[in-house]
Nanobody, 126 residues
Framework: QVKLVESGGGSVQTGGSMRLSCQVS?????????MAWFRQAPGKAREGVAA???????AYQEAVKGRFTISGDSPLDMLYLELKNVKPEDTGMYFC???????????????????WGQGTQVTVSS
């Protein structure tokens, strides 16, 4: 069982930066997990933003490539999402998630992730 607790959200102006953090309390070794950040805007479906594997392989949603960076400590006890040049459409609740080793590859599909944090709100004003 993995416990995930997000922090670092808040309000930021368009073009600004912020860093989200996710504290990971894992009952097993990090090598069994893939980690990711998802977001959900009001009235919209949850969407994958960025994901990473223990070997350093990463994947990003097209809309955030070049602006967001996912990273983590090794052994994993913290996961981060660096947001730069944010836009109003980046507004939403951001969730940290973990997927087991049976996941075939690093993925942004929510169906593979079985551990979720409670989320942290990010609001981008124009």
């Amino acid at each position: 069982q993995v416990k995930l607790v997000e922090s670092g959200g808040g309000s930021v102006q368009t073009g600004g930066s912020m860093r989200l953090s996710c504290q990971v309390s894992a009952g097993t070794v990090y090598t069994t997990y893939y980690m990711a950040w998802f977001r959900q805007a009001p009235g919209k479906a949850r969407e994958g933003v960025a994901a990473m594997s223990q070997t350093g392989k990463s994947a990003y949603q097209e809309a955030v490539k070049g602006r967001f960076t996912i990273s983590g400590d090794s052994p994993l006890d913290m996961l981060y999402l660096e947001l730069k040049n944010v836009k109003p459409e980046d507004t939403g609740m951001y969730f940290c998630a973990a997927a087991p080793a049976s996941t075939p590859d690093v993925t942004l599909e929510a169906r593979w992730y079985n551990q979720w944090g409670q989320g942290t709100q990010v609001t981008v004003s124009s």
